[in-house]
């Protein structure tokens, strides 16, 4: 059998913009699933029992879907739910934003629970309200814990990224499996691409441990 | 606005089948990675030393890679980098496990490392040999501690196997698209079919929290 | 401790009673933390409550400034009943100061910072009269050099000056202690209490829930003896020490060791 490498370097450019819109999709999609994943952890730790139910209830069912699933019913729910035609681009967004927010909500939500109460108390005591003290004392002390988590959620959603390619996102999974079928050089081009996300994804998994091992708290 | 749960309701069937070949693989893949994960975790904890590098580097590749890309890659280019064609179920079987062994590898271990040196030296001062301090001392509460990790383990395979659809094996995730496309009442099939999965997960994650509920104190040193 | 208490009946009400317990009532559970107890602070008055671990009287002090909410009874601040709504008792918490057992400075600041947050956030004063502000209450209770420092490079009874500090800085009508010197080595509980009896003697109205004996005799104007969720007995130190009139206030004293 004879290998064509040359292929891969031809159509650099596909590749290389399926992996910027790869990193795009997971920068953006961080930038809404932290606050996205704060909020939903103050409603379940808040007061109000519906605001903490309608919390827990959307994480647990985020966190047990499968992400393929959430991306194929976002793509034919979703028009038809808000009458307005999405781009597959903001409907992946849309779809892994819910999913990693979920996520998020359990991080923050043990973050939150790990600093003590009499933190909160203090601050109150002080005459703040709950939202002062959360930003003021509470969310400062919970992000050494919650740090480390979230990095590791960050490599996971680049990975999960390649699923919006079953939706026809011109991610990197996508733009490598496309050049595959116009040229035929499956396994050029279905290597590369595994070089390239293992390029990216390795020097990411390394830095996580490194926030493990700087920021983790012993149990 | 109207729903059409026919088509449902006509496939069953066939949804059905789907939906038993996705826990059978789900299963397969459980069994073979922690297999396979015990094997590669306690290799690095207790190994042979040359061993350590090439291990890592596995578990480290296989968390930096997504699972799709290497069920894709093991069904399309494996085949040809060695001849060896595997149809669609077995190259997910095999890719799975091979993606989920590496979690595996790192839950075990980061649970051996967990308990204390101090339990360690204690079985030794008392005349245990190694073999026997890791198997009778250190194993046992090491495996408490990995269950949550564990536990989520399974809840994992059960949702990766449903990305094995892109490779056409016909489990539920790809039989409910197909009943999706031909039907045209993708939202009916699509919302079922996330019911189904949601009521498969669920009591998964609910069954391991309880049972690391109640022997939590065991693994506490 | 000589003092002169403002004149007048303890039961006058008005400007001079800053605080009015009236069949307060607190369950958590099954368990009766407060059975309707009734007291008052005058201005300028240090009540310490005193007794037996689990006999209610932090329950009572966390209720003055709302951390819990009473089950039954009211208390009246200045006059007012304290507000049931969260945000209505933030403005009422600004004018009182409390000091917690385990200190509770906020770590990832320093002293400074831990003093200059509740004027800088809530009375949204600026940066710079915060800071000559968190100066100044640590010369007060002598900690000027320890300014930059972390909470955790602080012993207790550094932290819990520090956290004496913090309350003062909202510049609060009344402080209240909930067993200050309780988490403190030994050596370090006489500074803390220094200040407080320095705090006492410039005219502050102080309630202190208090296992240290000594103190309450010598600085309080008044003693309140708690057991199971009642007070059984309340009075000037004197009295409360050297003469109880109620047997249990008695058997309490000798159990912990106190000789008149």
Same mark, same amino acid.
């Given at each position: ?22 990193v ?26 519906p605001?903490?139910l309608?919390?827990a ?5 985020f ?11 976002a793509?034919?729910?979703m ?13 992946g ?22 600093v ?7 601050a109150?005591?002080l005459?703040m309200s709950?939202?002062q003290a ?23 959603l680049?990975?999960d ?5 079953v ?19 499956v ?12 390029g990216?994804g390795?020097?990411q ?10 920021f983790?708290?012993?149990? | 606005?109207?729903f059409?749960?026919?088509p ?26 922690l ?14 030393r ?13 968390r ?13 280019a ?5 001849? /060896? ?10 890719a ?28 030794l ?8 301090a ?21 809840s994992?395979?059960?949702?990766d ?6 490779i ?17 009442h ?17 009591? /998964?994650?609910?069954i ?5 509920g ?8 | ?5 403002p ?27 407060l059975?309707g ?5 005058r201005?300028?008055?240090v ?21 819990e ?17 969260e ?10 100061g409390m ?13 400074l910072?831990?003093i ?12 710079r ?11 007060? *209770? ?14 207790g009874?550094?932290?819990?000056? *520090?956290a004496?500090a913090?309350?003062?800085?909202? @510049? ?5 202690f ?23 003697? @410039?005219?502050?109205?102080m309630?202190?829930v ?10 309080a104007?008044?003693? *309140? ?16 020490f @050297? ?7 008695? @058997? ?6 106190w000789?008149?």
């Open positions: 059998m004879k290998l064509d490498w040359w292929v891969v370097w031809q159509h650099r450019d596909a590749l290389v913009e399926g992996t910027l819109v790869t795009a999709l997971t920068m953006v999609t961080m930038l809404i699933a932290v606050p996205g994943g704060i909020m939903l952890a103050v409603m379940r730790l808040g007061r109000s029992r605001l903490a309608a919390s209830s959307f994480v647990e069912f966190r047990n879907l499968p992400l393929i699933l959430v991306v194929y019913w793509y034919y729910v028009p038809i739910l808000l009458g307005v035609q999405l781009d597959a681009f903001t409907t967004l849309a779809a892994l934003a819910l999913n990693v927010s979920a996520y998020n909500a359990e991080t923050f939500r043990a973050g939150i629970a790990s003590r109460k009499g933190q909160t108390e203090a109150l005591a005459g709950r939202w959360l930003r003021e004392v509470v969310l400062p002390q919970a992000a050494r814990r919650v740090l480390p988590v979230l990095a590791s959620t960050w490599v996971s680049f990975k990224t390649s699923l919006v390619s939706i026809a996102v011109g991610d990197l999974a996508y733009n490598a499996m496309r050049v595959r079928s116009q040229t035929f050089r396994l050029e081009m279905l290597t590369a691409m595994a070089v390239i996300y293992w990216l390795y020097p998994a390394k830095l996580v441990d490194w926030l493990h091992r700087r983790g708290v012993r149990e | 606005m109207e059409d749960f026919s449902l309701v006509d496939s069953w069937q066939y949804l059905a089948g789907g939906l038993l070949l996705t826990l059978a693989l789900s299963l397969l893949t459980v069994l073979g990675s297999a396979l994960g015990t094997a590669v975790g306690l290799a690095r904890c207790y190994g042979p040359w061993s350590r590098p090439a291990l890592a580097f596995y578990v480290d590749s296989m930096s890679v997504p699972v799709l890309v290497v069920l894709v890659w093991m069904y399309f494996f085949p040809l980098l060695t001849s /060896v064609t595997l149809p669609p179920f077995w190259a997910a079987a095999v799975l496990t091979l993606h989920i062994a590496a979690y595996v590898a790192e839950i075990v271990r980061a649970g051996m490392v967990s308990v204390r040196e101090g339990q360690m030296r204690a079985a001062a008392i005349g245990m040999s190694r073999r026997q890791v198997a009778e001392i250190i194993l046992p509460q090491a495996i408490v501690r990995m269950l949550p990790a564990l536990g989520s383990v399974l994992i395979t059960i949702k196997t449903a990305i094995a659809a892109v056409a094996v016909p489990e539920y995730m790809k039989r409910s698209e197909t009943v999706a496309g031909q039907s045209y993708p939202i009916e099939v699509f919302t079922v079919a996330a019911i189904v999965y949601f009521l498969i997960l669920f009591p /998964v994650t609910r391991v929290d309880l049972i690391y109640r022997v939590a104190h065991l693994g506490r040193s | 401790m000589t003092r002169i208490p004149t007048g009946s303890p039961a006058q009400a008005g400007p001079d009673l800053v605080l009015q317990y009236r069949g307060v009532r607190k369950v958590f559970g099954d368990f009766v933390a059975d107890v009734s007291t008052q602070v201005r300028g008055e009540v310490c409550l005193i007794g037996p671990s689990g006999s209610g009287k932090s329950t009572l002090l966390r209720c003055t400034n709302g951390l909410k009473p089950d039954g009874g009211e208390i009246l601040f200045d006059g007012a009943p304290l507000p049931s709504d945000a209505a008792m933030r403005p009422v918490r600004r004018r009182m000091v917690f057992q385990s200190f509770e400075l906020f770590p990832h600041k320093t002293a910072e831990n200059a947050v509740g004027p800088r956030i809530v009375l949204g004063f600026e940066e009269k915060t800071r000559e502000l968190g100066e100044a209450l640590l010369a007060k *209770v002598g900690l000027s050099d320890k300014a930059a420092s972390y909470p955790a490079n602080l012993s009874g550094q932290q819990q000056r *520090v004496i913090r309350a003062l800085a909202m @510049e609060p009508e009344v402080m209240l909930d067993e200050p010197t309780s988490a403190l080595d030994p050596e370090t509980i006489g500074e803390v209490l220094n200040v407080m009896k320095a705090l006492a003697e @410039e005219g502050m109205t309630v202190v208090t296992h240290e004996m000594s103190f309450a005799r010598r600085v104007d008044r003693v *309140v003896v708690f057991e199971k969720g009642r007070i059984i007995e309340e009075g000037p130190p004197e009295e409360i @050297e003469r109880p009139k109620v047997d249990r206030t008695g @058997e309490f004293l000798s159990h912990i060791g000789s008149a």
